[in-house]
């Protein structure tokens, strides 16, 4: 039987389209208008129904997605995206717009969310149904994705199959997406007849099925089912006036004649779990993923522009490659504009298109507007094809109380979410900015990262701070998983922080919740935090986990000023924790490796910085904590069972402290380069000295004795020993800037060109003089007279003597 004898004989109109196509939905407006049915059914969940009269709240701005999750897990969830140029986007908006049912008929999401839970149980990925991949149950009419290889034995029932790529072929092409958009996406829809296009569509597809049946998809049989059961009841209650919007794909099985028994059997025990649903805002850059939550398009800019451009699409679209060039400062005049579209028409004929596409445009734009250079095409593919969009969403879409309050704070903060990434710069000093500082901190305790922190570009103080906020719509989800902390960012944010206090494994990650429980400002939640942190530190007797914590717990002591919180109790806990660090790292350093070594230094550092910070603040009781740690110091300096890279870490911090003279750190030196010291515990002392970042290297520089210490001992090295140290070394000082190195380079080149050890008269430190050489100096005397403008003839009274006190 025909389409048309079908339809009239009380069928249904079937209108197979690919989701996200803009020449799908234009083919389906132009049919919905010709038509007019009383109803129309959508593919999509069911429990969306009651969200669909939103979208004709003028504040609804696609893309935007239906989000569905399980209740008592939030964290399962599913979306279906839709865009301005989605079919099911324009059929909704066409019934609204007609006062006609819009109903959506697919499988409810209540098992396709129970179906993923089995699947992901079981280890398997089932790639059509896209509530687990890319918009649960909404897959594109060439689902499977193209790229499969087909069977060796040939079709059969339970081959996964591509159906583009099976259409293109037979029509004598090899590349499916780019036969698609020839045959559909541009073409527009004309005085012909609106339906012949679905009716063609169908067809092609009833054989395709008839080959491969399912295309290996089983769950498409049960969806399929599902629909049937929805279609009759609307044929029962409106009669033959009905109009279904689906994937292309699944035409075929809507018109198969089946009884209700057998439909419903395909349903019985399937697996369900409670699901919540709401509409949330969408991206382009999600359009354009294949894979988490996407939906598979490459250029959904570029799509959005074919549906929405009136006429003339590719001269509207070069238009605009022109100006967002011009605002990238380049010259772009409307003669390139003239020429691009000449180019790409030209192209397109030439590759027998009936229209030029996003390639054809793309190689007329690199031609004539971009001479050629891709880095303007990139910033044509990200700005244009591709997009910032951000979609909206009423404020009275359903949504679980925590985004209400979130939505509620980002209001009054005036802190709008955005596609594009954009930096933040915060002065918390300011009552405003203070509070976007907090709601972002907890927002990231909650697993919500907004915003990320970021280096400042200006002023280093605790009172700044800088943000790089980019908002993307699987925050949604964390949102909804967040909500069973509390129903507002504040509520959730103290009951997550105290359930992390509670769980938390080691004594660091205590204290860094500490800190993130001051920087989000927690109040509530520091008593359990600070009482869980007094406890694993009174138990822990390891100094590694000790020095780990200090640090994170003092950084937080100086948000005390700059915040407002009391961070008295927060000091006790530290200095308490510094003073058991005091007593137990010179024993916990002995008789090291290597690698422990390396790792006792890292703490030495943290420890010393976290010491300086500690000793500036009250500690009642704990006396001077600079004082002792210097001492400890001392003690790592001299210890002979202390690894090389810690006691020259140790004599290096109390040179800089101020705490040891230049000449008892050159006689340490000395002491530890002397040929009685094994070449690889003398180069791990150096590494500790001058190398992991401490800027030893301008040390080396300024001070030239220490310098020549070191370039004695190094050429004094065995030669068997050479390569043993070598690795220390080259790790120590590739870690100088360049021009650090080039300058130690020159210092060691000028020095006298005596053999290894020797020492120059009057110079206590070897290879270096103690006077300039006049004969070096006395080298420079022609560049000095050009600089100078100087001559033999000029009896300007400047002798070569004054030439050479300059030099010199």
């Not at 080959?211 to 029962?236: F, I, N, P, T, W």
């Amino acid at each position: 039987m025909t389409r048309e004898a079908d339809r009239a004989a009380g069928g249904p109109l079937l209108l197979g389209v690919r989701h996200h196509g803009p020449g799908s939905a234009r083919a389906v407006r132009a049919a919905l208008d010709a038509a007019r049915p009383r109803i129309v059914l959508i593919e999509g969940p069911p429990e969306a129904d009651a969200l669909i009269p939103l979208c004709a709240d003028e504040r609804m701005r696609p893309p935007v997605a239906l989000l569905a999750h399980a209740v008592d897990e939030p964290g399962r969830s599913a979306f279906w995206p839709l865009a301005e140029f989605s079919p099911e986007w324009v059929a909704i908006r066409w019934a609204l717009d007609h006062g006609v049912p819009a109903r959506f008929i697919d499988l409810p999401a209540t098992h396709t969310l129970a179906w993923e839970k089995e699947a992901t149980a079981e280890g398997a990925k089932d790639e059509d149904a896209k509530g687990e991949e890319g918009g649960a149950g909404q897959e594109p009419a060439h689902d499977p994705a193209p790229g499969r290889d087909p069977d060796p034995a040939g079709p059969r029932p339970d081959v996964r199959v591509d159906p583009l790529a099976v259409l293109a072929e037979t029509a004598g092409h090899d590349d499916p997406e780019r036969w698609w958009e020839d045959v559909v996406e541009h073409r527009g829809t004309g005085d012909g007849d609106p339906l012949a296009p679905f009716a063609v569509l169908a067809e092609a597809m009833g054989a395709l099925r008839e080959v491969y049946g399912s295309g290996g998809h089983d769950r498409d049989l049960v969806r399929e089912a599902h629909m049937r059961l929805q279609l009759r009841a609307a044929q029962k209650e409106f009669g033959a006036d009905v109009a279904v919007v689906c994937g292309a794909w699944h035409v075929p099985a809507l018109g198969e004649r089946t009884t209700v028994a057998a439909d419903r059997a395909r349903l019985k025990g399937l697996p369900k779990v409670k699901a919540d649903m709401t509409w949330v805002p969408w991206t382009n850059r999600r359009l354009a993923r294949a894979g988490g939550y996407g939906a598979g398009i490459d250029s959904p800019g570029w799509y959005g522009h074919l549906f929405g451009a009136p006429d003339r699409p590719v001269e509207r679209w070069l238009t605009k490659v022109a100006g967002l060039l011009r605002e990238e400062d380049r010259i772009v005049s409307s003669a390139h504009v003239i020429e691009a579209v000449r180019l790409a028409e030209t192209l397109a004929v030439m590759r027998g298109r009936p229209l030029p596409g996003l390639s054809e445009t793309g190689d007329a734009v690199r031609a004539v507007m971009c001479d050629g250079s891709d880095v303007p095409m990139a910033l044509i593919h990200d700005r244009l094809v591709v997009g910032d969009v951000l979609g909206e969403v009423p404020p009275d879409a359903p949504a679980v109380p925590l985004q209400r309050d979130l939505d509620r704070i980002q209001r009054r903060l005036r802190l709008r979410p955005e596609a594009l990434e954009r930096e933040l710069e915060l002065d918390l000093r300011k009552e405003t900015d203070a509070a976007r500082s907090r709601l972002l901190h907890r927002l990231r305790l909650l697993d919500v990262p907004w915003g990320e922190p970021a280096a400042s570009r200006g002023s280093t103080g605790t009172f700044r701070e800088t943000w790089r906020l980019r908002w993307e719509p699987e925050l949604s989800v964390r949102i909804a998983e967040a909500g069973v902390w509390g129903t507002t960012v504040l509520a959730a944010a103290t009951g997550k922080a105290e359930a992390e206090a509670v769980s938390a494994q080691a004594l660091a990650d205590v204290t860094a919740l500490a800190e993130r429980c001051l920087l989000a400002e927690l109040p509530d939640a520091l008593p359990t935090v600070m009482r869980v942190l007094a406890d694993r530190a009174a138990l822990d007797s390891d100094v590694g986990h000790l020095a780990q914590a200090l640090p994170a717990l003092v950084r937080s002591l100086r948000y005390g000023d700059v915040r407002g919180t009391d961070t008295g109790a927060l000091a006790e806990v530290a200095a308490g924790l510094a003073e058991r660090i005091f007593v137990g790292l010179p024993p916990a350093c002995a008789q090291l490796d290597a690698e422990a070594a390396e790792e006792t230094r890292r703490h030495v550092d943290a420890v010393h910085g976290a010491v300086g910070l500690l000793g500036d603040l009250p500690t009642a009781g704990h006396g001077d904590l600079r004082a002792r740690w210097q001492a400890v110091l001392r003690v790592l300096s001299v210890r002979d069972t202390v690894p090389g890279v810690i006691r020259g870490r140790a004599v290096r911090l109390l040179l800089d402290e101020g705490e040891l003279a230049q000449d008892e750190a050159a006689r340490l030196m000395g002491l530890v380069l002397s040929p009685g010291t094994p070449p690889g515990d003398a180069a791990a002392w150096i590494e500790g000295f001058v190398g992991g970042g401490s800027g030893g290297g301008m040390l080396l520089v300024h001070d030239e004795r220490l310098l020549g210490l070191v370039d004695s001992w190094l050429t004094g090295v065995p030669a068997d020993a050479f390569t043993d140290v070598l690795p220390l070394l080259r790790r120590t000082f590739s870690a100088y800037e360049p021009g650090v190195r080039r300058t130690l380079g020159e210092l060691v080149r000028r020095g006298p060109g005596q053999r290894a050890g020797a020492t120059a008269a009057g110079s206590a430190v070897p290879r270096f003089g103690a006077d300039p050489d006049p004969a070096r100096a006395d080298a420079v005397l022609p560049v000095v007279r050009l600089l100078l403008g100087l001559d033999a003839g000029t009896g300007t009274g400047t002798d070569d003597n004054d030439l050479v006190g300059v030099a010199r």
